[in-house]
């Protein structure tokens, strides 16, 4: 069973308040953006230097100077002010940005986050990932539980200690996967605890698929 | 008038030499001083090290200075949207450091603005800090990052006027005016020149005095990186379009 | 709609505790935000720690805070036009804190933007350095000097949306873009409050997501400090009207 | 003889260039903006965050959100821009203005400077002072060459180390008084050097009011 990328994203918008700036990674955390509670005010932030972002423009009205951070053609919003990219990351790193949601590779218990580079592959760049992780007030993960390896085999994401390079330690509030839901408590002691099960999910499957360790307070 | 010049390779006549660092605005293909890249390209000169957020795609951008293998580093936060890049990077061509994307903004603002370095949450704890100074602040952990200034900056704006005023136009504004004030000589490209008085300003995004070069460009039809749309019938909500974060 | 507050008192309700860190923008009388001002006079808060460049005069702005001493410190970098404000200070009421105005403009800048030191030049071999590291970049002397960060910043703008975006004035912008990004709740005053959509978004100043509140004052007759003109005969050159240093 | 305040100024003003941007302090460097060759661009910075100042407003034309440093009403001209206070001084600390002609209490030999506090009298601050010699590229004194005490007699104010607490050291690079024109090698080791005299001024006179050190090599 478990959930879906849609339902993933689903449960992600289930942390947005009225009033939130957002911040959304590349992929499932992009769809967050379909979930957004009728009449609530959310606005989207993109780091390249724009707040209140609207959707994707029709056919034929792309503008190639509005665009996001992933580079794809944008709308504007009445809410919209532009800024620069000094002023983008000042807002992101002064910690006024409420919520970001983005991607893993993998995520240890105590917070720490890796999803820039995997050493031996053409490194790409952290873009404005690292910044984001250490600047933004709340940061929720939307993954996979395990990541799928060529070979057929499974590895775990969520574990004791991240392997892969980090993107920042001890930054991750919040981990959505498709199995279920974690909270950690990433500045202080209380660890990594499970709190939700994906739809047809049990303890058991997670905790075959977990490396590291977290209490159960299933709610 | 004085800071008026006829065309891109004018504008740059003189400030160009080998082994020199050069910053150039934009974000993907959005806001880059394409006229002026295609200018440096032309002049031949060597073992540049480029300060920008992204190296642009081949063909395109600063894609063609790295075809003709000018460029030695690239300091930068992305890269690798163009083969020509990854061959030279994976073949040991060509040098690159990464900075985090605030972490390269707010070094270059810092250039500028007199300051030698200051300190960031940002990349603590990562590849990024090894090697720098780490310093605890009421508790939390920062890292120091040192300010940039390079030789030359290579700028793109909508409207400037001929004391060298600009303004920039929605996401095409962004590394644009950090850039602009942090080099030695720098040189804008605008897409409307107009006379003193006629930007508002209130509205000016980078003031004259940063801009000692500026040219007229006709940019046609600007390159677009990813084409997303969404169709006639959609009824995407208004805040459906996601955000990217690499 | 949210944002908007009906008038001074309610947009400061439940902000306001003794011996709190308020900054407060404008430089002299410029860009005040004079019916906030009031509304912290009104409220009887004290032993108020003061970020601003300046500390008001007799009877106007700051200075009226100094008259029912509600005030036990000011961080600023001009002051005394006032006498009840040399007075305090002499006597031994008032602590001051002198900064530099480009330190106290950038610890203010780095407080919002998650900085929380940086090096400058200004100051060095000082008494302004005394008691803080220095240190050389590049054979060059510096003064570490750190972010500021308060509990509410008040702020005054000349157009503000509903959303919280703003636009400042000519030279009523000074102080009151920093401050609104630094602090844990800023609320704005602007003399015409629209709705989202009617400022052009390439000119906003400050994003909305900086101001929790707005209001609209009706700022009538602002008060100047010092009126310098000349005569309709006077043939001044263009470049004439004096900077001042203090 | 010696100069007047006029005569000062217009020999300041001979330090401008075409497509110069200069900050002028308070008092008789505020003169020099009358001295301004025609047909030469200089665009005058107000620290407050204006670039392009005019002259002041005709009577009746006064607007209260336009005010230089030293508070004064003033007016834009077309090639005006406005920052805020953060971004002006990071254009000054940053080396972008080209010069700043200042007034002063004290300079010492080797360029460090005292004009903005007295010990003992009531302290106002030193506003952008402090920024602006540590971040012009090029700055100019303009002052009385001694100072007239209260009793009647006359103190140096060009000396061998300011005893009053400095504005910055290593700073000033040339002093113009009522008596004559100084260089001063401000970071190197070659001291502060007599290369102009005023109208009907000697050496002699000189000498006598300058407790620093200088040497004599007149244009």
């Known amino acids: 069973m478990a959930w879906t990328r849609e339902q993933m994203a689903a449960r992600a918008a289930k942390e947005l308040e009225d009033g939130f700036y957002v911040n959304l990674g590349i992929g499932i955390p992009t769809l967050v953006s379909n979930y957004i509670p009728e009449g609530m005010s959310v606005q989207l932030q993109s780091e390249n230097g724009m707040l209140g972002m609207g959707p994707f423009p029709y056919e034929g009205e792309e503008d190639p100077d509005l665009i996001n951070a992933g580079k794809q053609t944008i709308t504007a919003l009445p809410t919209t002010s532009y800024f620069s990219s000094a002023d983008s990351f000042g807002m992101i790193r002064g910690g006024h940005i409420n919520l970001s949601i983005l991607g893993a590779m993998q995520v240890a218990q105590n917070g720490d986050l890796a999803n820039w580079m995997i050493p031996g592959k053409m490194v790409k760049g952290m873009g404005g990932a690292m910044d984001l992780v250490a600047g933004v007030k709340r940061v929720v993960v939307v993954m996979e539980h395990v990541a799928r390896n060529k070979d057929g085999t499974e590895s775990a994401k969520l574990l004791k200690e991240c392997d892969l390079p980090l993107t920042g330690t001890h930054v991750v509030d919040l981990v959505i996967t498709d199995l279920g839901v974690f909270t950690i408590d990433k500045k202080g002691d209380g660890g990594m605890t499970l709190i939700e099960l994906a739809d047809g999910v049990t303890e058991d499957e997670i905790r075959a698929k977990t490396e590291g360790e977290y209490k159960v307070e299933l709610k | ?246």
């Open chain 2, 1 to 246: 008038m004085r800071k008026v010049y006829k065309g891109p390779t004018e504008a740059l006549a003189g400030l160009l030499r080998d082994n020199m660092m050069i910053m150039c605005g934009g974000f993907g293909l959005c806001g880059i001083p394409d006229e002026l890249i295609d200018a440096v390209q032309a002049s031949g000169v060597k073992g540049l090290t480029i300060v920008s957020n992204n190296a642009g795609i081949d063909g395109v951008g600063l894609g063609k200075l790295l075809e003709t293998r000018q460029v030695a580093k690239m300091i930068s936060s992305y890269v690798g949207e163009n083969k020509e890049f990854a061959r030279q990077y994976l073949g040991g061509e060509l040098e690159i450091e990464f900075n985090p994307q605030g972490t390269l903004a707010e070094r270059i603002r810092a250039g500028g603005a007199g300051i030698p370095a200051f300190f960031t949450k940002t990349g603590f704890g990562t590849k990024v800090a090894e090697g720098k100074e780490t310093r605890q602040f009421d508790g939390e952990d920062y890292v120091m990052e040192r300010g940039l200034f390079a030789d030359l900056a290579i700028v793109h704006a909508h409207t400037g006027d001929t004391e060298g005023n600009l303004r920039y136009r929605m996401t095409a504004r962004n590394f644009n005016p950090m850039m602009a004030t942090a080099a030695k000589v720098t040189v804008a490209q605008v897409e409307h020149l107009v006379q003193p008085g006629e930007i508002d300003p209130d509205t000016i995004h980078t003031p004259g005095i940063f801009v000692k070069r500026i040219i007229a460009v006709n940019t046609g039809e600007k390159r677009i990186e990813q084409r997303t749309t969404r169709k006639r019938n959609d009824a995407t909500p208004a805040a459906a379009a996601g955000g990217g974060t690499h």
